[in-house]
């Protein structure tokens, strides 16, 4: 497992081996002030833990007290080419930057804004993705390739460096999942700073969560990677439930885990339905288990041994059980009922 360097976001830690912490990034305009207030709320409510808003202006600046006034989590301010609304940022109270120090201008600019963020102790995300590659770097490498990424990367982290600020998060997105992954693999290789996973432009909702649990998931699963953004082209609650169950998928995080069966001709029972009636009801639940809902009783208690607690159905009746062993026998129509009460007891 690679350990980073940790780099606190606010009150939030990421990198050195901390908790793998869930973003998301606001999606109102930015001259919607309650409206990107109210998503931030929300946001919060679905479990984010880094929130992350751009600031396109002047103006935007003022998003940062309001968000933060109204919710608990750290801020990160989003920046494109303007220095000065880096510094504004950093000064109005934002946890952490994100820019590319390569694209705001002089190595003076770039020492205003390290200089403000340490002085704040505000880290910097430096962002790279396939459209921010130097051009230098794609004649280099004949294209926004794995190895035109890491690089990039790396040389905006030197000119940070180079005026001693080194409180940094390093992200590499691409829509290409390969290139994602062989990316993040090379700059994981060449530095400590903690990385920010995260396929971007990765599509709808369907598509998204596909290339983003191949993308995210396969680093995580090698120990690369410190906190992470599922990018949905959907509402952004959406991608921090994709986040979270992402990591309770890989056992990186606690919670509830429905496991079922796809269901063949043996099912006496609408178990589609069931499945996800439990999983609507137990979406606020904080208890660490393993859930088994299986279709009959071939794929119940045997299969499903290793669950913590699981209903089987059957022809009229179904079976409830714990780690294997059935506990009692239920009708049809109570098994959910049943089942949920167990749950409440557990």
Avoid: W
């Amino acid at each position: 497992m690679r350990i980073s360097k940790t780099v606190h976001v606010g009150s939030v830690a990421v990198g050195g081996g901390a908790k793998i912490t869930v973003q998301s990034m606001l999606s109102r305009p930015s001259a919607d002030l309650s409206g990107n207030v109210s998503q931030a709320k929300a946001l919060e409510k679905a479990g984010c833990e880094i929130l992350r808003v751009a600031v396109p202006d002047a103006e935007s600046v003022a998003l940062i007290p309001a968000i933060k006034q109204s919710v608990n989590i750290p801020l990160v301010a989003d920046i494109h080419f303007d220095y000065r609304l880096a510094l504004a940022s950093a000064e109005a109270g934002a946890d952490a930057i994100r820019i590319n120090p390569g694209n705001i201008g002089s190595d003076e600019r770039v020492r205003e804004v390290a200089a403000a963020c340490a002085d704040r102790k505000v880290p910097i995300r430096i962002g790279v993705n396939s459209g921010s590659i130097e051009k230098e770097l794609l004649e280099k490498y004949g294209g926004p390739t794995p190895q035109a990424l890491a690089e990039s990367a790396l040389r905006h982290a030197s000119l940070l460096e180079k005026f001693q600020f080194d409180d940094i998060v390093i992200s590499i997105k691409s829509s290409d999942v390969n290139h994602m992954i062989q990316a993040n693999e090379l700059i994981a290789e060449q530095c400590d700073y903690p990385l920010h996973l995260g396929v971007t432009e990765a599509g709808s909702e369907r598509m998204g969560l596909i290339k983003s649990s191949i993308g995210i998931g396969s680093l995580l699963q090698r120990g690369i990677g410190d906190t992470i953004r599922v990018s949905l082209t959907a509402d952004p609650v959406r991608e921090i439930e994709a986040g979270i169950d992402l990591l309770k998928a890989l056992s990186l995080r606690e919670g509830i885990r429905i496991v079922s069966c796809p269901t063949c001709g043996r099912t006496r029972i609408d178990l589609i339905s069931i499945v996800n009636e439990v999983e609507k009801r137990l979406a606020g639940c904080t208890k660490d288990l393993t859930i088994a809902l299986m279709g009959c009783a071939v794929n119940g208690p045997g299969e499903a041994r290793e669950a913590d607690i699981g209903i089987a159905g059957g022809d009229g009746v179904g079976l409830l059980f714990k780690k294997g062993k059935i506990m009692k026998r239920v009708p049809e129509e109570q098994l959910v009922e049943t089942l949920l009460r167990e749950i409440e007891q557990m």
